[in-house]
Each structure stands twice: as structure tokens, then as C-alpha cells.
């Protein structure tokens, strides 16, 4: 009884400090104070109904942030659904943060999120620690500033003047630092002294989807709002979707020594006053029983909540190495769909077969056009290795790739659902006499920059970097406004963001793209696709295969044509003459960029973000090319599917590992 007693007691003594510490919410949208911990915006662009398939793609969305162990840089973007019922999220933990600590603020963010904005199919909150927001408008690497939160500190400094002179200059070197960060995390920290004995502690943080413009844009414009909304206060915060920035007169972030960087006053500091550090200190020492009390009463109290979501937790330990399984779902398609969808894969509707399977245009109950990809059923590929690798591929969102909608598995069946693309492949106009009347230079230099766009998110912006090593005409989508978009990732290769090169001894993919350095010693890295693209800028200027042609009484491949031509100065010859009209410069400045992808030696061709520059500026000073690598001892232009054509002193053999994502056939 006595026992009893004791815990009752205990229960209750920490119902009373939860509810002295529990943190504040504003309870009005739109609206946030000091003293609030959360606050949020539910916008009346539009409304879903409780239980229809927005709200479940929308549940499972942020459901997979608060519970995501894939990801320690504290930045979560994803999308579920499709067409109406789409949902696109992002979420963002303060750079200073713990995975665990992190993943706690997401929690609670998004439960009050969706507690609040039942309804409403686009809103954002922010917390103290981390924000959170959601809407069916594409919101990915988009610079947004609106709406906005400016949360000023009720107190005023000590002495106003003094510390505005040090605050704008520490929020300005802030921002430049965070701006400069890379794709998992732009967010710095600091501190600098004012006269007299403050202290100012700041940091800016952006969503690391933006770009370093777009950041230092939306962290300048802020700083300005700074100036206006926050005006002689000790504290401030104004937080915007795209960044945020917040200073206060006392150290809110974890001061790491890689992340907190002393940034001096321009005037001596003078010591700070021992009252205010015995102040301090006492109410650190309050916070932290505070802390560890309710953290206790916490643990103590959902013991039973914890031992069921153990068992889910050994569940998804025995499948780490697949995607989360709500976002298989929404990509999983019904096989009697595609049945119809296709008129039973019947050979009217057929687009073509390759080295893997027949591929179906097919049209959707809601009137969508796509093109089913029917593999063959020789592959050695498990099941959940093929719904890892379509998941991945389907989080490719870029406008020059081919998307990938979905798949299908049934009794030995694998299908892949890619959205359709009506002008066939690049192969089909360059090289067809009467087609080719369409590529005039305007067109042909848009499909360049096109493909060099979609290589750059390949190599650098997508969340692995993708290696495709078969880039060739045919795997060049065009789509009815003739932009390309870059398809077959059959024999593409995963690496982590800080790898650089990989080696194998399985030879696959097509003589006359394939670089020099893969083909004799089965060695490829981002390199290899910028060898592959020079051929293709070549191909798309000349009209030509690369492949051996005539040239008087002379054999040559397109790279030794291209080289004697530029060697010789008749780049004319080089030129389709088809084209008629155009800017000679830029023609001039595509060949040259081509000649600097396919020189033999890796090192000194290009990466493709330094393509993308010479493409878009002409101020871009280009090097000397050296001579390019030659296939003459090969037949260029022909496929490497299988071992019987290992007969070029190399291992060659079919890639059997990522066989699903050849969307049109080769």
C-alpha cells in the first residue's frame, strides 16, 4: 500500500512540472510569439477529405521523416502519391542537433501539424528546434520566402546602438557561411562580444535543396527584416520556409567546436558581470532537474508503448537495406491495371523490345498515357532487390530524366511503369534523313543542355550519385516540346556522394561511347558519362554515328574525323549541312566542349557541372583539347549484352544486377 502511495505521489508530481514546463502553442494560425515553441500556417489553397488517399499519402509521408534512420544531416525531402493525390514534404532540423533529438522535434511537429491543419493539403510549421512543410505544389529546390514568421524578444539590449552595430555584421558573415554549405547541410553558427558585456549568439540555416544563390538570397533579405522587426531586442527569429535565422543573448545551440566559430567585435568586449554568470548558471541547473525528471516520469509511463513499437522496430531492422514500405505501396501497381491499361500487352500497342524486355504503350482508366516496361523472366534479381532499386529510381525527380512511375510484381511477372514520352529517342532524328529536318541548331542546342542538366543532378544533386554508363542516342528521350530526358538505367551504378570512382569486371554497354578507361581496365566514374556526352555532342552537330564511315578513301571514327578537322582548322566539315542557320560561335563552342569530354586522359576532361558553366556562359574561358581517345580496333556502335562477345581482350558479359530500368529498348 505504502508502495502504492509512493508512486501515485510521483505520478502526480510529474503531471505538475509537465504542465509548468510543457512547451507553448500558438493556438491562432498564422501567429507566433516569443514564449511559443510551435507555431504554424494552414493555407486555403485547398482541402482533402479525412481518409482519402491524400491524407494516407500524407501520413505516411511525414510518418517516414519522424521515424527515418537513413539520414544524420537533419534534412528529409520526399514525395508520395501520384497526380491529385501527390504530396511533396520537406523537413529540417537546426544544423547543431542529435539524430535522437532531431528526430523528437519532427515527432511533435508533425503530430501538432496535422492536429491543426486537418484539412488543409498545404501547411508549414516551425518549431523551435526544426520545421516542418507540406503541399501538393512542387516545393523542391524552390527559393520560397512566403509566408513568413518575425519573432522578436520582448526584452531590449542594454544598449541598443552598440549592439546593432555587431549584430548585422555577424548575421551577414553568418549567412555567407551557411550559403556556401552543400547539399546535406547549409547552416552555420556564432557568437561575437558587444562593449559593455553581451554577448550575441546567432545562426542561418537554409534547406539544403536550395541552391548557394538562392540561399544567400533569402538569408540577406532576412537579416534586413532583422533590422525592421527586431530593432534593439535581445532576441529575434524570422523563419520562411526556404531559411531562418535567429540570435539571442545566450547560448541556445550546442557550441561544437567545427560548428561555433568566434567572431570578434569590432571593438574590445569587457568582461561579462559574475552576477549574470551565477544567474545563469542556477538556471541551467533548474532546467536540467526540470529535464531529467521529466524525461523519467516520461519513460516510466510508456513502457507498454515501447514494448510495442519494439517489435516493429526488429521488423524493419530484418529489412534495413529496402525503402520504407509505405512508399513501396504507392508505387505498386495492380498487374489486372496494366493488363488493360495495355489491351493485354497486345502487339499493336507494342513501342519496341530490347536486351530485357518488350516495352507496351498503355493508357491509365484517368486517360494518363505510359509506357510499361515488361521484363523477361530470366532475371536473377530477388524481389525486394527489385522493389529497393525502383523505389530509388522513382525519387529521381528531375524534367530531363524519364520518370519512373511505379511497378508491378506477380507470379513471376516484374513490370515498370515510366510516364510516356511521345517523340521517341534522339537516335530516331539525328541519324533519319527525313527526320532530321526537324533538329534545327536551336533545337539541337536546347537538347545538349538538356542532357547536360540531367548528367549534373545525376553526378551531383540527386541523393546518390548515379554513375549511367550507356549514354547513346537511343537511351535520349524527346518529349512533344523536343526536350530530352535521359532513360535506361539498366546499367547504371550507385555511388555514395564522397565516392569517386569504381571498378568491375563485367564489361557492359556500347563501343564508341564507352570511355577508354572502362573498356581496358573496367574502370568508370562520373568522368566515363562525360566521355560519353562529348560523343553525343558530336553526333547531334555532325549527324553522323560514331561508328566507322567513309571519308574519301580514308576509314575514320567520328573522334579521330572530329580531331583532324579541329587539328587542321576546317571545323566546318564537321557540322551537319543540314544546318543552314545558326550561330557559328556557338557550334564552334559545342565541338570545342565535345573535344574536351572525350580526351583519353580522365583527368582532364570536364566535370559536367563544368560543362553546364561553358553551355550557359560564354565568358567561361575554354583549355586547349588533347588528342581524343580512338576505337578504331573496335566496332564502335555495337552492344556488349552477353559473354559470347567477350572476344576484345576483355571480360564482357550482360549486366545482371539492375535490369528493371531500361524504359525503351535499345
Known amino acids: 500500500m505504502g508502495s502504492s502511495r509512493s508512486v501515485l505521489f510521483f505520478i502526480n508530481l510529474a503531471i505538475i512540472i509537465l504542465n509548468l514546463v510543457a512547451p507553448t502553442i500558438s493556438q491562432d494560425d498564422g501567429i507566433c510569439t516569443f514564449t511559443a515553441d510551435y507555431c504554424w500556417k494552414c493555407f486555403d489553397t485547398g482541402t482533402y477529405t479525412a481518409g482519402d488517399k491524400y491524407q494516407v499519402n500524407l501520413n505516411s509521408l511525414l510518418s517516414s521523416f519522424s521515424s527515418s534512420a537513413q539520414n544524420n544531416s537533419g534534412f528529409y525531402s520526399s514525395s508520395r502519391g501520384q497526380d491529385s493525390n501527390k504530396i511533396n514534404a520537406i523537413a529540417l532540423c537546426r544544423g547543431d542537433l542529435s539524430q535522437d533529438s532531431c528526430q523528437a522535434c519532427l515527432n511533435k511537429s508533425t503530430d501538432i501539424l496535422l492536429q491543426n491543419c486537418s484539412t488543409q493539403k498545404e501547411a508549414i510549421i516551425w518549431a523551435e528546434r526544426c520545421m516542418v512543410r507540406y503541399s501538393y505544389n512542387l516545393i523542391f529546390g524552390i527559393e520560397q520566402t512566403d509566408p513568413f514568421k518575425h519573432v522578436p524578444s520582448p526584452r531590449f539590449a542594454k544598449n541598443p546602438q552598440q549592439f546593432e552595430l555587431v549584430l548585422t555584421p555577424l548575421l551577414d558573415i553568418l549567412s555567407d557561411r551557411a550559403a556556401s554549405g552543400n547539399s546535406l547541410k547549409k547552416f552555420a553558427a556564432g557568437h561575437a562580444t558587444v562593449p559593455g558585456g553581451e554577448t550575441i549568439y546567432a545562426l542561418a540555416q537554409c534547406t539544403p535543396d536550395i541552391d548557394k544563390q538562392n540561399c544567400s538570397s533569402c538569408l540577406k533579405q532576412s537579416v534586413t527584416e532583422i533590422q525592421t522587426c527586431c530593432d534593439g531586442k535581445q532576441g529575434g527569429r524570422v523563419l520562411k520556409p526556404s531559411c531562418n535565422l535567429r540570435y539571442e543573448d545566450y547560448l541556445f545551440f550546442r557550441s561544437i567546436a567545427d560548428k561555433l566559430v ?29 529535464v531529467v525528471l521529466v524525461a523519467f516520469v516520461t519513460i516510466l509511463s510508456s513502457i507498454c508503448i515501447f514494448l510495442r513499437l519494439t517489435k516493429r522496430r526488429v521488423k524493419l531492422d530484418e529489412d534495413e537495406n529496402s525503402e520504407d514500405v509505405s512508399l513501396v505501396e504507392s508505387l505498386q501497381y495492380d498487374f489486372e491495371t496494366i493488363r488493360s491499361a495495355t489491351d493485354d500487352f497486345s502487339d499493336a500497342n ?28 530470366n532475371s536473377e534479381q530477388g524481389d525486394r532487390e527489385f522493389k529497393t532499386e525502383v523505389t530509388l529510381v522513382a525519387q529521381l525527380q528531375h524534367r530531363n530524366l524519364v520518370r519512373l512511375l511505379g511497378f508491378c510484381l506477380k507470379a513471376g511477372e516484374r513490370i515498370v511503369i515510366y510516364e510516356y514520352v511521345p517523340n521517341t529517342s534522339l537516335n530516331h ?87 577508354p578507361e572502362y573498356v581496358m581496365y573496367g574502370r568508370f566514374s562520373v568522368k566515363s558519362d562525360v566521355f560519353s556526352f562529348g560523343v553525343l555532342i558530336l553526333e547531334i552537330l555532325s549527324g553522323k554515328r560514331i561508328s566507322s564511315f567513309q571519308n574519301g578513301e580514308n576509314e575514320e571514327d567520328l573522334l579521330s574525323y572530329a580531331w583532324r578537322n579541329w587539328r587542321d582548322d576546317t571545323v566546318a566539315n564537321i557540322m551537319d549541312p543540314k544546318l543552314t542557320t545558326g550561330l557559328g560561335i556557338e557550334m564552334m563552342r559545342c565541338i570545342h566542349i565535345a573535344l574536351l569530354c572525350v580526351q583519353e586522359n580522365v ?64
Do not use: C
Not at 263 to 287: F, G, R, W
Not at 452 to 462: F, K, N, T
Open 262 to 290: 568566434d567572431i570578434p567585435a569590432p571593438v574590445p568586449a569587457a568582461p561579462a558581470l559574475k552576477e549574470e554568470k551565477k544567474k545563469s548558471n542556477i538556471k541551467q541547473i533548474v532546467i536540467t532537474i526540470v
Open 350 to 377: 507494342k513501342l519496341g523490345q530490347g536486351g530485357f524486355g518488350a516495352v507496351y504503350k498503355g493508357r491509365l482508366a484517368n486517360g494518363t498515357y505510359i509506357a510499361v516496361k515488361r521484363l523477361f523472366k
Open 429 to 515: 532524328f539525328i541519324f533519319d534523313p527525313i527526320d532530321q529536318a526537324h533538329l534545327d541548331w536551336e533545337t539541337r542546342y536546347k537538347i545538349i543542355g538538356g542532357i547536360a542538366r540531367g548528367l549534373l543532378y545525376l553526378h551531383e544533386d540527386s541523393r546518390l550519385r548515379i554513375i549511367h554508363r550507356d549514354l547513346k542516342p537511343s537511351n535520349i528521350l524527346l518529349d512533344e516540346d523536343m526536350n530530352p530526358k535521359i532513360a535506361d538505367f539498366g546499367m547504371a551504378r550507385l555511388f555514395m556522394m564522397d565516392q569517386t570512382q569504381g571498378d568491375t569486371n563485367t564489361i557492359a554497354g556500347t563501343y564508341g561511347y564507352m570511355a
Open 603 to 666: 583527368a582532364s576532361r570536364p566535370s559536367m557541372a563544368s560543362v553546364v558553366s561553358m553551355l550557359n556562359s560564354h565568358s567561361v574561358t575554354l583549355s586547349i583539347p588533347s588528342r581524343p581517345a580512338y576505337y578504331l580496333q573496335h566496332k564502335s556502335g555495337s552492344d556488349i549484352t552477353g559473354p559470347d562477345e567477350s572476344k576484345n581482350s576483355m571480360h564482357a558479359s550482360a549486366n545482371k544486377n539492375s535490369d528493371f530500368t531500361e524504359p525503351y529498348a535499345r
